[in-house]
C-alpha cells in the first residue's frame, strides 16, 4: 500500500521541541521531494520545510528557519521534522507529503501551550 504516516505529534511547551516522523511504504523517499506542511484551524495550509530528491537541497518558510529542520534516513524510509524553540503559533496539523507521489499523510496535531 502507498502511502504515508505521520507521528510525533503531541502537547508541548513554547521553547520546547519535538520531532515529527513520516514513514513511507510503497515508494521510496529517496526518489522524491518531501515536504512538510500544517494547517492551523482558520487558516490555509502553508509549506514549512522542503527536501528535495537528494535531500542536498533543503527550503524553510521564514517563520521556521533557524528552529525547524527537515531530514531523511534514507534506509528506514523516512522523513523528519525537527522542531525546536516551539511557539505557540506553531500549533498545527502537520502534514507529511509527496507531491510528485500526489500523496500526503493523515497528518499529526502538535499543539504548543502552557
Known amino acids: 500500500q502507498v502511502q504515508l504516516v505521520e507521528s510525533g505529534g503531541g502537547v508541548v511547551q513554547p521553547g520546547g521541541s519535538l520531532r515529527l516522523s513520516c514513514a513511507a511504504s510503497?515508494?521510496?523517499?529517496?526518489?522524491?521531494?518531501m515536504g512538510w506542511y500544517r494547517q492551523a484551524p482558520g487558516k490555509q495550509r502553508e509549506l514549512v520545510a522542503f527536501?528535495?530528491?537528494?535531500?542536498?537541497?533543503?527550503n524553510y518558510a521564514d517563520f521556521v528557519k533557524g528552529r525547524f529542520t527537515i531530514s531523511r534516513d534514507n534506509a528506514k524510509n523516512t522523513v523528519y521534522l525537527q522542531m525546536n524553540s516551539l511557539k505557540s503559533d506553531d500549533t498545527a496539523v502537520y502534514y507529511c507529503?509527496?507531491?510528485?507521489?500526489?500523496?500526503r499523510g493523515q497528518g499529526t496535531q502538535v499543539t504548543v501551550s502552557s
Open positions: 507529503s509527496a507531491p510528485r507521489r500526489g500523496l
Open positions: 527536501s528535495n530528491t537528494a535531500g542536498g537541497i533543503t
Open positions: 510503497g515508494f521510496t523517499v529517496s526518489s522524491y521531494g
